[in-house]
T-cell receptor, first 115, second 113 residues
Framework: NAGVTQTPKFRVLKTGQSMTLLCAQD?????MYWYRQDPGMGLRLIHY???????AKGEVPDGYNVSRLKKQNFLLGLESAAPSQTSVYFC??????????????FGAGTRLSVL | AQSVTQLGSHVSVSEGALVLLRCNYS??????LFWYVQYPNQGLQLLLK??????LVKGINGFEAEFKKSETSFHLTKPSAHMSDAAEYFC???????????FGPGTRLSVLP
């Protein structure tokens, strides 16, 4: 049971390049989330999804797009990377509000540097 | 809007000493509160959560936290620090128990031999 898997683990981009971060979970969770972590700022929610085919904006959505075509996958896209997007990105998943057990399970993170 | 404050970005304790990590929240309605731990180069792991049942919540690895509504606090404690407790700790709050988690800035705990 892998839990939440993020690929890639590391990536260096040049300004203006695009890339997609993949998050996969094997726990049949309904909810999935993308966060970015920056020093002294904790985790900030970028986008989230409450089910297959649905996405919603979080606290810092600008410059990012997401898709949830399959329940187990949640993709985060950067169309034109900027140095301000240098960060560590975390994906998380959870069951959902109705179960009363909405614990988030996190992946190991993706370190992205934009030069 | 909800917010979370963690007093002290870095806390150092000696091995065997009491660990106290502070968390205060602002919320217009009773919140759900969480403590997560992050070890170096890893994702976050849930330590414990408060969901309006008992105000004293016990978590993994000997940690516990007490919800005090009058102080809007949810401080994390452990009676005796171990070297393996060195990590970053995040307090988080959500109002509707599913979406819009708000994380605090984190407190890095160092344990000195």
């Amino acid at each position: 049971n892998a839990g939440v898997t993020q690929t890639p683990k590391f990536r260096v981009l040049k300004t203006g390049q695009s890339m997609t971060l993949l998050c996969a979970q094997d726990m049949n969770h309904e909810y999935m989330y993308w966060y970015r972590q920056d020093p002294g700022m904790g985790l900030r929610l970028i986008h989230y999804s409450v089910g297959e085919g649905t996405t919603a904006k979080g606290e810092v959505p600008d410059g990012y797009n997401v898709s949830r075509l399959k329940k187990q996958n949640f993709l985060l896209g950067l169309e034109s990377a900027a140095p301000s997007q240098t960060s560590v990105y975390f994906c998380a998943s959870s069951w959902g509000t109705w179960t009363g057990l909405n614990i988030q399970y996190f992946g190991a993170g993706t370190r992205l540097s934009v030069l | 809007a909800q917010s979370v404050t963690q007093l002290g970005s870095h806390v150092s304790v000696s091995e065997g000493a009491l660990v106290l990590l502070r968390c205060n929240y602002s919320s217009s309605v009773p919140p759900y509160l969480f403590w997560y731990v992050q070890y170096p180069n890893q994702g976050l792991q849930l330590l414990l959560k408060y969901t309006s049942a008992a105000t004293l919540v016990k978590g993994i690895n000997g940690f516990e936290a007490e919800f005090k509504k009058s102080e809007t606090s949810f401080h994390l404690t452990k009676p005796s620090a171990h070297m393996s407790d060195a990590a970053e700790y995040f307090c988080a709050v959500t109002r509707n128990y599913g979406q819009n988690f708000v994380f605090g800035p984190g407190t890095r705990l160092s344990v000195l031999p």
